[in-house]
């Protein structure tokens, strides 16, 4: 299973256009988020950015994976979310 976090990372990192960029957003150092984007990478069998030029830019499996990697962010929260409110003693609908 990919861990949540190498998902924010790869979003943030396709939304923000740059591994340096991302890495504001997200409180984390460059190589972080490198690291992070690597990892994943290795972990599916998968090239997600083409680093070819000043920035990175999707390939075309990053660009297939990016709208699953947000659904699996969203769906995450919501669940985290739902938890939170049950914990919590309130209803949930």
Same mark, same amino acid.
Do not use: C, W
């Given at each position: 299973m990919v861990s949540?976090?190498?998902? @924010? %990372?790869? %979003?943030?990192?396709a939304e923000t256009g740059s591994f340096s960029?991302?890495? /504001?957003?997200? =409180? /984390? /150092?460059?190589?972080t988020v490198s690291a992070? @984007?690597?990892k994943l990478e290795d972990t599916? =069998? @998968? %090239?997600?950015f083409d680093r070819v030029g000043?920035?990175?830019?999707?390939t075309e499996s990053g660009v297939h994976l990016y709208d699953s990697a947000k659904l699996v962010i969203e769906s995450n929260e919501r669940f985290t979310n %739902?938890?939170?409110?049950?914990?919590? =003693?309130?209803?949930v609908n």
């Amino acid at each position: 299973m990919v861990s949540h976090d190498l998902l @924010i %990372t790869f %979003t943030t990192a396709a939304e923000t256009g740059s591994f340096s960029a991302a890495s /504001r957003v997200l =409180g /984390r /150092r460059q190589s972080t988020v490198s690291a992070n @984007i690597a990892k994943l990478e290795d972990t599916l =069998g @998968i %090239t997600l950015f083409d680093r070819v030029g000043e920035y990175p830019s999707l390939t075309e499996s990053g660009v297939h994976l990016y709208d699953s990697a947000k659904l699996v962010i969203e769906s995450n929260e919501r669940f985290t979310n %739902t938890v939170a409110l049950l914990l919590e =003693g309130h209803p949930v609908n």
